[in-house]
Antibody, heavy 128, light 115 residues
């Protein structure tokens, strides 16, 4: 069974950095883009960005560009979401999710990706 | 950025009734890139419908997705999620989502609650 297992909840202070992880199981890690989605408590879903493990090609939502960086460790089939300098407004649940299939990207834009079909359980980040 | 507008914000229904949820997209997109998710409190979003009308594995047949007013390529702006004969486990928040053009976006959600 395909699974994405995320690291545990974090409590941090403003200005600190943070890296959370998403370990994947039971599929070929290299072949599928992994996306990250933010959900502020009680609010909707926001796509932050995604990364292609085969070549570490990362694509970002302009709203999050410069605030986060995505990376991978192919030896452990794990994707990471790193925050440079946390703010109170970063308090949220963060989900990783796998894209069922890829479209294409050119420059900063991407088109025609298949759905986010498998999701991690989420990592709650509290900044206070 | 493609904007998805869901309506209504809240749907108050009784078990056994039909729920009809709307998702309007700010520009025409292929039905291939429209999905619906269900989210219950304390849980991750769960994929219900992809490509506008295909049920994900394990999703009951009472869930169906459709698109209206699509052109010959299957592109359009109006998408619907229907839940026939609501069961107790269906009361949740539902989001539509597009992955046609980055940044991918989600609707703001429709909460289906017990009347």
């Amino acid at each position: 069974e395909v699974q994405l297992v995320q690291s545990g909840a974090e409590v941090k202070k403003p200005g600190e950095s943070l890296m959370i992880s998403c370990e994947t199981f039971e599929y070929t890690f290299d072949n599928f883009w992994i996306g990250w989605v933010r959900q502020v408590p009680g609010k909707g879903l926001e796509w932050m960005g995604m990364i292609y493990p085969r070549d570490s090609d990362g694509r970002y939502n302009p709203s999050f560009q410069g605030q986060i960086v995505l990376s991978v460790d192919k030896s452990t089939a794990t994707t990471y979401l790193q925050f440079y300098s946390l703010k109170a407004s970063d308090t949220a649940m963060y989900y990783c999710a796998r894209h069922k299939g890829a479209g294409y990207c050119s420059g900063v834009n991407c088109w025609g990706f298949e759905v986010l079909d498998v999701w991690g359980q989420g990592t709650m980040v509290t900044v206070s | 950025e493609i904007v998805l507008t869901q309506s209504p914000g809240t749907l108050s229904l009784s078990p056994g009734e039909r729920a009809t949820l709307s998702c309007k997209v700010s520009q025409s997109i292929s039905r291939t890139y429209l999905a619906w998710f269900q989210q219950k409190p304390g849980h991750s979003p769960r994929l219900l419908i992809y490509s506008a009308s295909k049920r994900a594995a394990g999703v009951p047949e009472r869930f169906s997705g459709s698109a209206s007013g699509t052109d010959f390529r299957g592109s359009g702006t109006d998408f619907t999620l229907t839940i026939d004969r609501l069961e107790s486990e269906d009361f949740a928040v539902y989001f539509c989502h597009q992955s046609r053009a980055s940044p991918w976006t989600f609707g703001q959600g429709t909460k289906v609650e017990v009347k």
